[in-house]
Structure formats: structure tokens, C-alpha cells
């Protein structure tokens, strides 16, 4: 069974608005990371938090992660067209552990 | 950056044959492959983890006798769909990690398979 449950399922957002993914999980973890996924392609890596991190960025994204509340958000700030794509949730266990991937969000952003 | 391929990148075939798909870590040695299912607009799933040298872990419910992976260097993992059935449709996604506390995995590009 997946651990994470990303909310929204769905986003569509006009280009240069901000985008707020959440991912919800059930045990103790690690880590968490971000992955993008364009349309029948593979992931790529966004950013990963460890479990003693509040808060982390790279570029335009903002990871914040409250193990009190076993939840984590994704910011997209300036969101742009080429953003569009589905994000997914993976939590790791332990360091070094398999990936447990949320069900995502499809993220849409209008030009 | 680390880069690993995929091979093939679709594949159809008919009910009843084998399929094997590739899956190359280019610059760095994989110790650990892991290998997902994707089915269309769900998440991925894990098939099972393999270490080189060594017989992969599968994940409950997934057939080790259908789903047959090699990893028998540091650098390919094979996974072999044996006699395809279309409900083995899918996109069948390899990653690959070196080290065992590095924790990042590098996904390849994915392969979609077709069974007819």
C-alpha cells in the first residue's frame, strides 16, 4: 500500500502563481523527497529533506516537512508552463531504504 | 549528473512471449537497482530491489517466476517479463543508487510495454 497521500490530486494554476502540493505519511521516516515526472517519462529528482530539516530550497521550490504532523509540502513560487507535470512524495525509512512514492499531483500551468 | 538509460524504450509484443528490458546505470556503479510499475495515472510501484550479485527481493505480490531480474554487473540490470500476458501493460521504470547510505536514486527514462 502507498504511505503518502498527496493532496491535491489535481492542480491548474495561470503561469507565475505560486503551486502548493501536499504529502501526507503514516510511519516514521528518514527522508522525504520530491520527484517530477513529465507525461510517459521517468522521474527526476526535485529535493530531499531529512527528517531533522524543517525546511528546505533549491531555485524556485520550497520544502517544508513537520514529522508532528507525519506531512510535507512542495512550494512552487513563479510557477512557468514547463512546471507542468505530476509531482510525487517518496519516503524512505531509513537512510539507504527502499522508496515509498504517494499517488502525486498533476500539476497544470497555464500559459 | 548520474544518468541511467533504459532500453527499450517501448516495446509491444504478443500475448504469450518474453521480454526483456535493460536498464544501464552510464557513470556510476549501481549497487542497488530497484525496478517500479507504473500503470497509466497512478503512482509507481515497487517490483522488487536487486543488488548486484546477489538474487533480487521482490515486493509481496509480484511474481518471481514472471518477472525475472538479473543484475549481474554494476552497471545492468535486466528485467524479464516471461510469457506476457496484456495485463502486463504498463510503464516499467529502473533505478539505480550507488552506496548503501546515499540515499538518492537516479530513475531511467522508463519503458512502455504493450502485450496485444
Known amino acids: 500500500s502507498q504511505q503518502g497521500e498527496e493532496d491535491p490530486q489535481a492542480l491548474s494554476i495561470q503561469e507565475g502563481e505560486n503551486a502548493t502540493m501536499n504529502c501526507s505519511y503514516k510511519?516514521?521516516?528518514?527522508?522525504l523527497q520530491w520527484y517530477r515526472q513529465n507525461s510517459g517519462r521517468g522521474l527526476v529528482h526535485l529535493i530531499l529533506?531529512?527528517?531533522?530539516?524543517r525546511e528546505k530550497h533549491s531555485g524556485r521550490l520550497r520544502v517544508t516537512l513537520d514529522t508532528s504532523k507525519k506531512s510535507s509540502s512542495l512550494l512552487i513560487t513563479a510557477s512557468r508552463a514547463a512546471d507542468t507535470a505530476s509531482y510525487f512524495c517518496?519516503?524512505?525509512?531509513?537512510?539507504?531504504?527502499?522508496?515509498?512514492f504517494g499517488e502525486g499531483t498533476q500539476l497544470t500551468v497555464n500559459p | 549528473g548520474a544518468v541511467v538509460s533504459q532500453h527499450p524504450s517501448w516495446v509491444i509484443c504478443k500475448s504469450g512471449t518474453s521480454v526483456k528490458i535493460e536498464c544501464r546505470s552510464l557513470?556510476?556503479?549501481?549497487?542497488?537497482m530497484f525496478w517500479y510499475r507504473q500503470f497509466p495515472k497512478q503512482s509507481l510501484m515497487l517490483m522488487a530491489t536487486?543488488?548486484?550479485?546477489?538474487?533480487?527481493?521482490?515486493e509481496q505480490g509480484v511474481e518471481k517466476d514472471k518477472f525475472l531480474i538479473n543484475h549481474a554487473s554494476l552497471t545492468l540490470s535486466t528485467l524479464t517479463v516471461t510469457s506476457a500476458h496484456p495485463e502486463d501493460s504498463s510503464f516499467y521504470i529502473c533505478?539505480?543508487?550507488?552506496?548503501?547510505?546515499?540515499?538518492?536514486?537516479?530513475f531511467g527514462p522508463g519503458t512502455r510495454l504493450t502485450v496485444l
Open positions: 533505478s539505480a543508487r550507488f552506496g548503501s547510505s546515499y540515499n538518492e536514486q537516479f
Open positions: 510511519t516514521s521516516i528518514n527522508n
Open positions: 529533506i531529512r527528517s531533522n530539516e
Open positions: 517518496a519516503t524512505a525509512a531509513t537512510s539507504g531504504s527502499r522508496l515509498t
Open positions: 557513470d556510476f556503479q549501481a549497487t542497488t
Open positions: 536487486s543488488n548486484e550479485g546477489s538474487k533480487a527481493t521482490y
